[in-house]
């Protein structure tokens, strides 16, 4: 019941997250709730998420990944490996569901990690072929 609480607790501090955010891109799929993640890469270097759901129990679960992912490089993101879970102690305490839901939002960021470093190795491609074409 202590793990409930404190779930419940970090839902409530979790940021609110724009309407505008709550796309199809952003959902995590395989939830029986509905959740959504964005990430944000910063000038820093590193990636800053928000995340919402409807239910405040697994908006806790969220938050505990964007607690814990926000923060990190993109390699470190990526490199965390599923386990984790476990070590957290929540797998004892949750239902099949809703271990199965935290397992694909942490999967879904990673994957969206993926998607942010694909794109800055593309920009940083075309900056670089573009200098080269002008000098």
């Known amino acids: ?5 404190q779930l419940l607790f970090y839902a409530a501090k979790l940021p609110p997250m724009a309407a505008e955010q709550h796309k ?3 959902k995590v799929e395989g939830c029986v709730s509905q959740v959504w993640v964005v990430p944000e890469l ?3 270097g590193k990636i800053y998420w928000t995340a919402d ?3 405040q129990l697994t908006k806790g679960l969220a938050a505990l990944l964007v ?3 926000s923060g990190c490089t993109p390699a470190e993101v990526v490199s965390v490996q599923p386990g984790f879970i476990e070590m957290l102690g929540l797998k004892q305490s949750l239902t099949p ?3 199965n839901g935290f397992l694909n939002m942490f999967l879904k960021m990673q994957k969206l990690t993926l998607g942010l470093l694909v794109s800055v190795i593309f920009v940083t ?3 670089i072929g ?4 002008i000098s």
């Open 1 to 5: 019941m202590a793990r409930y609480k």
């Open 24 to 26: 199809p891109e952003n």
């Open 42 to 44: 910063r000038d820093d």
């Open 53 to 55: 759901s409807d239910s």
């Open 67 to 69: 607690l814990g992912l």
């Open 97 to 99: 569901s809703r271990n």
């Open 125 to 127: 491609a075309c900056i």
């Open 130 to 133: 573009f200098r080269s074409v």
